[in-house]
């Protein structure tokens, strides 16, 4: 009997380290799975690429892939795969963040042209993997 708590335990810390490990792989796949959509949509040359699209990168993290997935929302209208960026993006926001509810407002003050914008996306999504 007192060998079964220990190895109770054991199991325990290892299902919960597991779950979080789990997580963290679902995380990642879903921003490696972003940063080649963006990879393909950089790569597609669309009359839209001239587009002027919100320019969200002055905040955190996670606010800039909640307005990130608002204007990519906004923005499917130009390329198919704008939507599944919306949908990864839409997902690691539910995931990380309590606070950040998607959709996102996104003020239409400043504005880049949407090649600068999956540019600049790819580049925060980059870090964020390295992280």
């Given amino acids: 009997m007192s060998i079964l708590v220990p190895v109770l335990l054991t199991f325990l810390a290892l299902s919960a380290c597991q779950g979080h490990t ?3 792989l679902q995380t990642s796949n879903l921003l490696k799975e972003s940063i080649r959509l963006l990879s393909h949509l950089l790569q597609t040359k669309v009359s839209c690429d001239k587009m002027n699209v919100t320019n969200i ?12 997935s608002t204007v990519a929302w906004e923005g499917r209208s130009c390329h198919r795969h704008l939507e599944g960026l919306h949908l990864n993006l839409l997902h690691l926001v539910q995931r990380k963040s309590t606070v950040h509810k998607a959709p996102c407002p996104v003020a239409a003050a400043n504005t880049t042209s949407l090649h600068d914008f999956l540019l600049d996306l790819r580049r925060v999504l980059q870090r964020l993997v390295k992280d």
Wanted: with cysteine; proline share 0%; net charge negative.
């Fill in 57 to 68: 990168f002055a905040d955190n993290d996670m606010e800039i892939l909640c307005k990130a």
């Fill in 22 to 24: 789990a997580a963290l």
